[in-house]
Structures are given as structure tokens and as C-alpha cells.
């Protein structure tokens, strides 16, 4: 099976401006998260979807937003960039295992964006 | 809420040493617990995995126990290489919502010298 995909790889922004960035899950993932990664922060989860619908959503602002299509793909977008944002932002498609109620999602990351805002 | 601590790095280790790195945490609920390494410039891969208490998750040579009651999930591997050489990152699955959304430690650089 292909992996996740995360496009594009690189991109380069300014300030004030909007960025969209696509994720391709596993096929037969339903559910897609997205992370941030910088050095000081750390790996931060910003939300999941899930049939089409946000599930959890971490705390972020709510120029951060994303959408779900119904073939599992998924965009974010984040709005008036600022500086802070320069990040990697990782997407991950889940496997779900076990008995309904007690699932474990193992999730299968892509190569991240890598998101500059000058 | 739920969060995780690893040990500080980097860690700096010869070939062939024996390797521990500390994962601790703190959940409400039944959280499935992970290891994911991560190579330069490039995503998270899973390493391992343990979905319950005294589960013992292992994938090439590194072994970690879930002990729920030390609330630990310690990496192991008893003889490392050079291509060990990465960021590893402990985390844990939200266990109160059951959901795709994983707790993530610190992270912890492991450099591994011929």
C-alpha cells in the first residue's frame, strides 16, 4: 500500500498571507490528524477528522482550520500567517485495531511540510 | 490532562552499547502507548506499540513494557548501530476520548558513534 502523502513538501510564505496544505491518507484510513513539530513546542496535535467530520481539535487559534472530503483526503489552512507558524506539520492516517470501545489507532505519518513564513 | 516525559538528550552512545531511553506519563483512562522514531528530515515512523498494562511492544531489536504501575514505557535495545541514529519520541493515545489524537514527549536525540 502507498503511504501518506503530504503535499507540498516545502513552501515559503509571508506574513498576513493564507497557505493551504493537502494530506492523502492510507487508503482505507478513515481518520486523519495533523501535527505541529518546531523546536520549542514540540510535536502539538492541532485536530483530527474523521468520516468527514472534526472529532478533537487541540489548542490552537482559529486561524488554524482543516476539512476532510469524503475519500478520506484532507486539507488545513491557516490564515494571517505569523512568524510563529514556521513549522512541520505532519499528517497521520489510523489504522484502527481492536474491539469496538477499546481501539488502539496506530498512525502512520507522512514526510511533513515544511512551512517558512518570512 | 494527559502528558508524557522522556529523559533529556541527546544521548551519545558507542556502537553496540546496550540502550535505555525513559518514558513516563501521566493518563486518565486505558491510553495505548507508542514509540516513534524520527530519521532527518523525514516523518514519524512507528517503532512500537502496547495497548495495555503489561503488554511488551517489540519491533527490531528495541522493546518497551507497558508497567501501569510505575506509569512507565522505558525504550530498550541491547545492542545499538549506527543507523539507530535519530530522534525518538514517546506518546501516548488520548485514553479518556479513545480518538486519533496522540500526546507526544519531548522527544530524546540518540547519536550512535562507530
Known amino acids: 500500500k502507498a503511504g501518506v502523502t503530504q503535499t507540498p513538501r516545502y513552501l515559503i510564505k509571508t506574513r498576513g498571507q493564507q497557505v493551504t496544505l493537502s494530506c492523502s491518507p492510507i487508503?482505507?484510513?478513515?481518520?486523519v490528524s495533523w501535527y505541529q513539530q518546531t523546536p520549542g513546542q514540540g510535536l502539538q496535535f492541532l485536530f483530527e477528522?474523521?468520516?468527514?467530520?472534526?472529532?478533537n481539535k487541540g489548542n490552537f487559534p482559529g486561524r488554524f482550520s482543516g476539512r476532510q472530503f469524503s475519500n478520506s483526503r484532507s486539507e488545513m489552512n491557516v490564515s494571517t500567517l505569523e512568524l510563529g507558524d514556521s513549522a512541520l506539520y505532519l499528517c497521520?492516517?489510523?489504522?484502527?485495531?481492536?474491539?469496538?470501545?477499546?481501539?488502539?489507532?496506530?498512525?502512520?505519518f507522512g514526510p511533513g511540510t515544511r512551512l517558512t513564513v518570512t | 490532562g494527559d502528558s508524557v516525559t522522556q529523559m533529556e538528550g541527546p544521548v551519545t552512545l558507542s556502537e553496540e552499547a546496550f540502550l535505555t531511553i525513559n518514558c513516563t506519563y501521566t493518563?486518565?483512562?486505558?491510553?495505548?502507548l507508542f514509540w516513534y522514531v524520527q530519521y532527518p528530515g523525514e516523518g514519524l515512523q512507528l517503532l512500537l506499540k502496547?495497548?495495555?498494562?503489561?503488554d511488551k511492544g517489540s519491533n527490531k531489536g528495541f522493546e518497551a513494557t507497558y508497567r501501569k504501575e510505575t506509569t512507565s514505557f522505558h525504550l530498550e535495545k541491547g545492542s545499538v548501530q549506527v543507523s539507530d541514529s535519530a530522534v525518538y519520541f514517546c506518546?501516548?493515545?488520548?485514553?479518556?476520548?479513545?480518538?486519533?489524537?496522540?500526546?507526544f514527549g519531548q522527544g530524546t536525540t540518540l547519536q550512535v558513534k562507530p
Open positions: 497521520a492516517s489510523s489504522l484502527v485495531i481492536g474491539l469496538a470501545g477499546r481501539e488502539t489507532y496506530e498512525q502512520y
Open positions: 487508503s482505507g484510513h478513515r481518520s
Open positions: 477528522y474523521f468520516s468527514e467530520t472534526q472529532r
Open positions: 493518563a486518565t483512562g486505558y491510553p495505548s
Open positions: 502496547a495497548t495495555k498494562a503489561d
Open positions: 506518546a501516548l493515545s488520548d485514553g479518556s476520548s479513545n480518538t486519533g489524537k496522540l500526546i
